[in-house]
């Protein structure tokens, strides 16, 4: 799993031209799934390392300016998309590979999974984009601040 976390004073997602999802201040995270990653990964040590250090990076300035403060912190929102493009190769040619990418049936598993399990632990609102579906994805990235996680890190 590969999270790319980015700070957000607020973001919304379309799908054919209407609005699917939609916060203020937090994190937008795309979220993608792997080749190795198994319908078993939610019930790891490594889903919940990464779910709880998503949720408590301390990435918002506290009255001093400085990254002190996390989502808990300022009540922030949570916006999350799919995104299996995480996985790309770009190793051959100019065509970008997907192989390295989860199935989409397992994907689709996994991602309802995270965000069930980011739903029930985030202190503010949860959005999402739609699985599968071709997005307009709109956001400020406020800093801007990005910050990736990848499970292999975490094994």
Do not use: H
Not at 18 to 24: C, F, R
Not at 124 to 139: E, L, R, Y
Request: net charge neutral; hydrophobic share 40%; charged share 25%.
């Amino acid at each position: 799993m590969k999270l790319v976390i980015q700070r957000t004073s607020g973001g919304r997602v379309e799908v054919e031209g209407k609005p699917v999802g939609e916060i203020g201040p937090g994190i937008m995270v795309l979220a993608g799934f792997g080749k190795d990653d198994t319908e078993k990964l939610p019930q790891s040590k490594v889903w919940k390392t990464l779910i709880d250090k998503m949720l408590g990076l301390r990435i918002f300035e506290d009255g001093e300016g400085r990254m002190n403060n996390s989502l808990e912190d300022i009540n922030g929102d949570v916006l999350l998309v799919s995104q299996f493009t995480l996985y790309a190769s770009c190793k051959k040619g100019r065509r970008p590979s997907f192989t390295r990418a989860a199935s989409p049936q397992l994907a689709s598993g996994l991602f309802d999974k995270l965000v069930a399990d980011v739903t029930e632990k985030a202190p503010a609102k949860v959005a999402t984009g739609q699985f599968g579906a071709m997005m307009n994805v709109d956001f400020v990235n406020w800093g801007p601040v990005t910050i990736i996680l990848d499970s292999n890190d975490f094994i």
